[in-house]
């Protein structure tokens, strides 16, 4: 008891901490890992030949990856009351290089499967540790431009992955998309073992195995049944089985979580009404930014017929603008507050959903160019300020619960909006063939778009109204007192 007295009083130095070197290492690590994952989508074509096999199967290395961070991040919320940001983070880029490395080598399709779960593993570790860190360094005041960096990092990823994926692959073997990526994570490994120091509390609470399990089978379930389900058929049973024994599974985690002392999730931070508030935006949110990242490449190479590293190029100035403002964002989230961003950020996603419903065949990259600019410039003006807004009001000791459970659902969120939108374009398309039997693939395709994107543009819509109800929040008082010592 001692022990965990002793570091609890952490907080206290915190003072003369360097937040610089602190913030580097991590933002290094998070570009490392969120660049490789967009990296790798690009060149299924040539891993499906070089491996002989099929799409479904190539579809694994992007589902196990949503799976094991699916199941692994409602756990992070335990672990880091067990192990210090150093060894938390040290661990997560470890297992990350050794997951790039097993990728690379890779001699079948079964080893780079493997590869791919061993680095969703450091990603899974790495994401909430990040999150949690930076509200433990910085104080509500200040966190809107933390935050902010991190979200730079978080979409310049994703949006120089695939040009940059495209180029390696048009000049390189696949093998190389991770061989380049090793030298930045010894890199990152390096550079957080120098500057890195432990910022948390250390409480230790006990281990309870149950609750992991049906985390694991929860959410996991979830996540696996609705990417399933973006692939095929909703009939399939084991898309059926998988949502049912996933939605069993999360009920009884919620119900175990509300009974034991020491919940591995502490669904308390709920009571918190700007969280929860935050949360729902946030699941809705997601599903309408999976629908565009998941759509708008379809339209660009199978309607316009571009090439995959063209259409990279298309997609990339949004990212690239959506990186640039993340800051600028976080900055003026510190000085005017939520509101100032998060309803004029959901109504530029809205305006640019709406014109994306009505895309045709005729439809030139540079109008989907601006459009894709405003929506990226809207998700910036919403996603950090609402996560900073939501986890601001929570105590300290919520803070790695809080992280968790954002993240968690943030995935949940990914897999549902995959799945939907997929589901709608498919229905749309098939539609279309039935009414116009002489019909292109394209102008097919193209009539499915148009009603996966009205449906988006509704759930934009309920986005809104949830948006409205944000407002800058009191910190609580057990957390502001600790922040004051």
């Known amino acids: ?21 602190i913030v580097a290492a991590l ?38 990856y949503m799976l094991v961070i699916g199941i692994l ?18 661990s997560a880029m470890i297992l990350f290089l050794a997951g790039t490395v097993i990728c690379a080598a890779a001699p079948s399709f079964e080893l780079l499967l493997v590869g791919r779960i061993v680095q969703a593993l450091g990603t899974g570790l790495m994401l909430p540790v990040m999150m949690n860190t930076i509200l433990v360094i910085y104080p509500p005041e200040n966190r809107g431009a933390a935050m902010g960096m991190i979200g730079l990092v978080i979409m310049f990823g994703p949006a120089i992955g ?6 390696i692959i048009d000049h390189l073997s696949w093998r190389w998309l991770f061989i380049l990526v090793i030298p930045l994570a010894i890199f990152s490994i390096l550079f957080a073992s120098m500057f890195l120091r432990n910022v948390t509390d250390l409480t230790k609470p006990k281990v309870d195995i149950l609750s992991i399990v049906l985390s694991s089978i929860g959410f996991g379930g979830i996540v696996y049944g609705f990417s399933k389900a973006g692939e095929g058929s909703w009939s399939d049973p084991a898309v059926v089985w998988t949502l049912v024994a996933g939605g069993i599974g999360l009920i009884l985690f919620i119900i175990r979580q509300l009974i034991v002392r020491e919940p591995i999730l502490d669904l308390r931070a709920f009571k918190y009404p700007m969280f929860s508030i935050v949360t729902v935006l946030l699941l809705v949110l997601m599903m309408t930014l999976f629908s565009t990242m998941i759509l708008l490449p379809l339209f660009l190479q199978t309607a316009l017929l571009m090439t ?154 309920i986005a809104l109204v949830i948006g409205l109800f944000i407002k800058r929040v009191n910190v609580s008082p057990e957390q502001e007192k600790k922040e004051v010592a």
């Open 27 to 64: 933002i290094i690590g998070a570009f490392v890992a969120i660049l490789n994952e967009t990296l790798l989508n690009i060149a299924f074509p040539d891993l499906m030949k070089e491996f002989g096999i099929g799409p479904s199967t190539i579809q694994w290395l992007s589902t196990v």
């Open 308 to 461: 995959a590293f063209k259409a990279g190029l298309t997609l990339m100035p949004g990212g690239v603008v959506n990186g640039i403002m993340a800051p600028i964002s976080g900055k003026l989230f510190d000085k005017f507050g939520p509101r100032v961003l998060i309803i004029p950020g959901l109504v530029l996603v809205l305006i640019s959903i709406f014109f994306f419903k009505d895309i045709s065949v005729e439809t030139t990259a540079g109008y989907v160019v601006t459009l894709h600019i405003v929506l990226m410039i809207g998700i910036s003006m919403v996603m950090m300020p609402a996560q900073t807004t939501g986890l601001n009001q929570l105590p300290r000791h919520l803070y790695p619960h809080g992280t968790a459970i954002l993240n968690t659902l943030q995935q949940v969120a990914g897999a549902i909006g995959t799945a939907l939108f997929i589901s709608i374009m498919s229905s749309g398309t098939k539609n279309y063939f039935a009414s116009n039997p002489q019909a292109t693939e394209a102008e097919g395709l193209v009539a499915g778009l148009q009603d996966a994107f009205l449906i988006a543009f509704l759930v934009g819509i």
């Open 73 to 90: 991040v409602p756990v992070t919320a335990l672990l880091q009351q067990w192990f210090t940001t150093r060894q938390m983070f040290l």
């Open 1 to 21: 008891m001692n022990a965990a007295g002793t570091e609890k009083q952490a907080p206290v130095d915190l003072s003369g901490i360097k937040r610089g070197p």
């Open 162 to 167: 695939p040009t940059l994926s495209g180029f």
